[in-house]
């Protein structure tokens, strides 16, 4: 496969002495109301008039929750659902009802919503974008276009929202307020521009586009739309792709003599160089928080024919060194997603050819821990930003 719970804090006003303990007791009240899980409590003494050190108060440190958003499609009736849980996958909640297609796409970068797709109110099947809170409360819909409107993501700094949409007649990418307002049209050509990606400091879209002969290639641009530039010119690029969290380069992958190889750009140099080099087929690169590791899924090529039911999730470092095999389940994995802090990888696989469930491991490999478990197909997870 990038905030979990509503965060209360309660605000500390300049007090005179004469408030004393009725402000105390107010403050003991408003934390019992509080919905966040207990806190942990320093005595703070606040100062007199004098400056003298007379009464005390209660000053909260509250920690978020860490949480995993996640898809269900109900047993495969076209009918899908969003949930969140904790990483140890408990307290699973349901956040949407409606009928129809609802994917969870990414949360606000302070945790509080989750922007989201949903066809639940067009009778074509088109998906508008929505947000919600991240207990699904205060649902409100941001696009509504005889368009498609797909893959939503805050800008780093939460005051915008990129996607993708097919409203003008191909797809293009557009950026909007957080709220649906002053949608913006970043590019405009004739041919399909896809899967926009804020850069880490929110100055760059990286995107992928078939503008130029017609092959799917990788884009950079501001993110006003200007000052495109083609990254990748071999006409073997395959999405998806990922931005490194320090901003330096872009790992993706490419079609190298029927086998999918991963490489990375360097955003600086243009230059590319290719970190896997075997029989195997490899997808979906995740870079981790730190930028030190690579996660990403592959399945061997045997006879000339690709063993579909041994996708598992490897390792590597980011110069494509220390490859190393996390999962060995003879089962179909994938789409790995780093937790926030680097030190755990969530990750899709289908045990005994059954429904994709959700798992949890260490970044070793260790401690693998089945999140869910039920009739259902659970896929892609997204970690809350508080997951520390």
Request: glycine residues 6%; proline residues 5%.
């Amino acid at each position: 496969m990038n905030q979990s719970g509503l965060r209360f804090v309660s605000e500390e006003e300049k007090l005179k002495k004469s408030i004393g303990l009725t402000f105390a007791f107010l403050l003991i009240l408003l934390s019992a109301c509080s919905p966040i899980e207990k806190p942990s409590q320093t005595e703070t003494s606040l100062p007199d008039e004098t400056g003298a050190r007379t009464a005390s108060v209660i000053k909260e440190e509250t920690t978020p929750t860490c949480k995993v958003a996640f898809t269900t499609d109900h047993g495969g009736n076209l009918i899908f659902d969003i949930f969140t849980m904790n990483i140890d996958g408990s307290n699973k909640e349901q956040l949407t009802s409606e009928k129809g297609t609802n994917w969870v796409s990414a949360w606000a970068p302070d945790g509080s919503e989750i922007a989201f797709t949903s066809d639940r109110n067009d009778p074509y099947g088109n998906h508008d974008i929505f947000i919600m809170k991240a207990d699904g409360s205060n649902v409100r819909q941001l696009t509504q276009t005889w368009g498609d409107d797909r893959n939503p993501l805050w800008s780093p700094d939460g005051t915008r929202i990129v996607f993708s949409s097919d409203m003008d007649g191909d797809d293009e990418i557009f950026i909007m307020d957080t709220n649906g307002t002053n949608i913006q049209q970043v590019t405009k050509n004739t041919a399909s521009d896809w899967y926009p990606a804020w850069s880490p400091d929110g100055l760059q879209i990286a995107f992928t586009s078939n503008m130029h002969g017609g092959e799917l290639e990788l884009y950079l641009m501001d993110r006003d739309g200007k000052n495109i530039k083609q990254l990748t010119t071999e006409g073997r690029f395959r999405p998806p792709f990922a931005w490194s969290p320090d901003g330096t380069t872009i790992a993706y992958l490419s079609n190298q003599d029927e086998k999918q190889a991963i490489f990375l750009m360097d955003i600086n140099s243009k230059i590319n160089s290719q970190l896997t080099n075997d029989e195997f087929y490899n997808q979906d690169p995740a870079w981790s928080p730190d930028s030190k590791k690579i996660a990403f899924a592959a399945y061997p090529l045997v006879r000339e024919t690709y063993v579909l039911n041994e996708v598992d999730i490897f390792i590597m470092d980011k110069d494509g060194e220390n490859k190393k095999m996390l999962t060995l389940h003879n089962d179909i994995c994938g789409s790995p997603i780093w937790s926030p802090d680097s030190s755990q990888i969530i990750f899709e696989c289908n045990v005994n050819r059954g429904p994709l469930e959700l798992f949890i491991m260490t970044s070793d490999g260790s401690n693998i821990l089945q999140l869910t478990k039920n009739e259902d197909n659970d896929e892609f997870p997204v970690f809350s930003p508080f997951c520390k």
